[in-house]
C-alpha cells in the first residue's frame, strides 16, 4: 500500500518562548551557550521572570522539521502531547493550519503544555531551558498503528529519550514502521541527551535506523569522531545513512559507499540560529520522500536550514517553495502539492 | 510633588496572534482591510481556526505605546484587565520586563485574556479581529489615584470607548488627573469606533483633553477635516494640541499658533504597519515628558513609528535608544534612565 504521509513526527509538542539576552545573563543563571537544559516548573517560571519581553510560537524540534516538510508541500502527521490549556490550542492550531494531520492528546488537569525558553544571545545562538510538562507524558499508547503504517518515513527526536514511557514509544514506532515496510529517522538532538542515554541510542539504531541527523558536537558523543571517514567506519556494520550538520561549513552525508559534504546555503545576515537543524531535516526528509539523490537532500536541507536562520523563531516564515525553487530546485516541488 | 511615571497607559490589555493572509481572505470574512473589528468568542474561534500559523505577543494600543516609552527610558505604569490563564500572564511578564509598573487586574473564571488576531496581508497593512474577553471589563474601580496623581501624563485609548464601564474609568482618570494637575492625552485609536462614540469622544476632549493622536481618517470622522488649517479652527475653542498622523506623509502638530508638518522617518522595508500609530505615541509623550519642543515630539515619533514597521508585531524589536540616538536625538536620553 502507497504511503498516505511523506514523514510522522513524534517529538515533544512545545510553545517557544523567545528572548534576546546578553551573554552574562546565561552565566549567571548557569547555562552552557548552545545546549538544552531540561528544567522544573519553578525554575522555568524564575528564569522567565528573568527574561525581556518575549514572543511566543509553536515550536518542538520534530515539530519544527514536520512544519518545515509541511511548507514544502510534504503530508505529514504529528504525534505528541499538550495540556487542555492556551498555549496547547496555539500549539494544535498551527498545526493543523498547515494541513498536518494533529494526534496531540490535550491532557486535562496535567502539568500544561511544554515551554521552552529560547534566549538568543547577540552572536544569534540560542540557549534553551525547556519545561517538558505533559509533553514528558508521552507514551506507547500515545502511537496509533495506523499512522506509523500510513508514513513513508517515521521521524523521532532523540530529547524523548530523557523520558522512559518516551523511549517506550518510540521502540514501539520503530517496531511498526518495521512490521510494515517503512522507514525510521532520528535526530540525537543534544550532546548532553545523548551522553546520558547513549547505550539506549546504540541500541535503538542496531534496531533498525535508516537516517541519523546529527551536528557534529552530537556525532562525537555517540562514536567519539565527527570526522567524515571515521563516522563511516564506525557505522560500518549498521546499514544507515549518517547525516552531520556542521553549521555554516555545510553538511556531511556519510553512506557505506561515499562521504560527501555539500555547502551551507545563505539567505542574509544570520539572527537566531534556533531551528536551523530541524529545518535542515525538513529539507533533507522531503527530499528522501520525493526520491531526491543524497546529495539534493542534503542541499534541500541546506536551504530551509538557511531560511529559518534570518529571523527570530524556529519555523519557517518566507514561502519555503519560492525558497527552494530560488535555488533551482523547483523540479522536487511537485505541482499537485 | 514631582510626579514618579511620565506616561501611566490605560487601554484593553490584549494578546496579539499575528498571522500573515492574502487580501481574499479578508473579503471572504467581511472585514475591512486596515480596521478594528470586535468580535465575540465564537467568531474569534472560527476567524482563528482559518488563519495559517501564527505568532503570539503582548499587544494592545496603549500597551504598545507604553512598552515603546519604557523602552525608550521612560518611566511608566499601566492599567488594565486580563484573565487567569497563560496569556495573561504573558503580557503582565512583558510588561514587568521592561521595568514597567503593572495594574492590571487578574480575572479568574472570567472570559479568558482579550486575544487580537492580526491579519497582515502583503502590502503590510493590518487587519485586526479582537475579542475582548476581560479587558472589556475595566471599569472606574481599576483606576488606582495614586497611581494618576504620580504620572505626569495619563495617556486613554480609544478602543475602550466600546464598553460604558470603562468610559467611566476614563472619565475618572480624566477627573483625577485634572484634580492633581496632571495632563491627559488620548488616542481616537480608530475610525468606526469614533463614528459609534462620536459624542462621548467630543465630550471627553471638552472636559480636559491636553493632547489628541489620530490618524486622518479618524480626525475626519471626528471633526470632518483632516486638513491641518481647517483641524486648527474647529479645534479654536478647545485649548488642546492635535497631532495627526499620515503614515508615509509623516505628522501634522496642530496647536492654537502654529500647523507643523514633520516627515515620516524610514529604517527598511515596510513589512508589518501593526503599532505605528502605538509607536509614533511613544516617541510623542517620551519627548513631550522630557520638555522637548513639539517639533522633535513628532519627530521622536516618527523615529518609534519607522522601527516598528520594518518587522511584525507591534513592539519595538531593536534598542529604541540606539534607533534614536542614530537619528541626532541622543540629548533626550538622559545618562540616568
Known amino acids: 500500500m502507497a ?58 524540534s520534530a515539530a519544527n ?17 499538550v495540556g487542555a490549556d492556551a498555549l496547547g490550542d496555539i500549539f494544535r492550531h498551527d498545526f493543523a493550519s498547515l494541513g498536518v494531520e494533529v494526534h496531540v ?3 486535562a488537569g496535567g502539568q500544561g503544555t511544554a515551554r521552552c525558553l529560547v534566549m ?8 534553551m531551558a525547556t519545561y517538558l510538562g505533559d509533553a514528558g507524558h508521552l507514551g506507547p499508547d500515545d502511537v496509533p498503528e495506523a499512522v506509523i503504517k500510513g508514513a513513508a518515513w517515521t521521524y523521532l ?12 514509544a518510540f521502540r514501539r ?21 545523548v551522553r546520558r542515554h547513549k547505550a539506549d541510542f546504540l541500541q535503538l539504531i542496531r534496531s533498525g535506523v535508516d537516517v541519523l541527523f546529527a551536528n557534529e558536537v552530537e556525532v562525537q558523543e555517540l562514536l567519539g569522531t565527527a570526522d567524515g571517514a571515521q563516522v563511516q567506519r ?20 556519510v553512506t557505506r559507499n561515499a562521504v560527501i559534504d555539500v555547502p551551507a546555503e545563505t539567505f542574509g545576515p544570520l539572527l537566531d540560529t534556533t531551528g536551523a537543524g530541524d529545518l535542515y531535516a525538513s529539507g533533507f526528509l522531503f527530499g528522501l520522500a520525493n526520491g531526491a539523490p543524497l546529495r539534493e537532500c542534503a542541499t534541500l536541507g541546506s536551504v530551509c536550514a538557511g531560511e529559518v536562520i534570518t529571523h527570530l523563531g524556529a519555523r519557517p516564515e518566507s514561502s519555503l ?15 499537485d502539492r
Open 65 to 81: 522539521t514536520v512544519a518545515g516538510i509541511a511548507a514544502l508541500g510534504g503530508k505529514c502527521a504529528y504525534i505528541g502531547r
Open 234 to 253: 564506525a557505522l560500518e556494520p549498521m546499514d544507515m545513512v549518517a547525516v552531520v550538520t556542521r553549521s555554516e561549513r555545510g553538511s556531511t552525508v
Open 321 to 335: 517553495r519560492a525558497v527552494v525553487a530560488s535555488r533551482g530546485l523547483a523540479s522536487r516541488l511537485s505541482p
Open 120 to 127: 538568543v544571545s547577540p552572536d544569534a545562538q540560542r540557549t
Open 3 to 60: 504511503p498516505i504521509f511523506d514523514v510522522v513526527g513524534i517529538g515533544n509538542a512545545i510553545v517557544d518562548v523567545v528572548a534576546t539576552v546578553h551573554e552574562d545573563a546565561l552565566r549567571k543563571h548557569g547555562l552552557v551557550k548552545g545546549s538544552m537544559t531540561l528544567v522544573g516548573e519553578s525554575d522555568s517560571a524564575k528564569l522567565y521572570e528573568s527574561l525581556g519581553p518575549a514572543v511566543e510560537r509553536s515550536g518542538g
Open 105 to 107: 492528546a490535550r491532557e
Open 157 to 168: 527526536e532523540g530529547y524523548l529519550f530523557d523520558r522512559s514511557a518516551a523511549k517506550d
Open 173 to 193: 514506532a520503530q517496531m511498526l514502521a518495521r512490521n510494515h515496510g517503512r522507514r525510521v529517522a532520528l535526530t540525537l538532538s543534544d550532546a548532553f541527551c
